[in-house]
């Protein structure tokens, strides 16, 4: 059974910073592109960051220079750094794993996410 779970929520003031985690079972972690999303109330889930298996790490544009996401392939384990935190930051942030086989079978599992406020 796989499971990706999130943890480090919570309420920030503008300015400040969180540390987010989402650790993985059921899954060849190191094989997977690990990414996070985020969805706000009302607005569609979009992409945060993602990080490849040999740690490449993409940025969407909102959040380049204050992000940081990271992962640590023995732990199995995906975290984000967010840094300089803006009240528009404000959303439920989701852990992704994704895989795309050699056989062109795709895998794509999602946490149950956590809640991020940040407070102006």
């Known amino acids: 059974q796989v499971q990706l779970v999130e943890s480090g929520g919570g309420l920030v003031q503008a300015g400040g910073s969180l540390s987010l985690s989402c650790a993985a079972s059921g899954i060849v972690f190191k094989i997977y592109v690990m990414g996070w999303y985020r969805q706000a109330p009302g607005k569609q889930r979009d992409l945060v960051a993602t990080?490849?298996?040999?740690?490449?790490?993409n940025y969407a544009d909102s959040v380049k220079g204050r992000f940081t996401v990271s992962r640590d392939n023995a732990k199995n384990t995906v975290y984000l750094q967010m840094d300089s935190l803006k009240p528009e930051d404000t959303a439920v942030y989701f852990c992704?794993?994704?895989?795309?086989?050699?056989?062109?079978?795709?895998?794509?599992?999602w946490g149950q996410g956590t809640q991020v406020t940040v407070s102006s």
């Open positions: 992704n794993a994704r895989y795309r086989s050699s056989l062109g079978r795709e895998y794509d599992y």
């Open positions: 990080i490849t298996n040999g740690g490449s790490a």
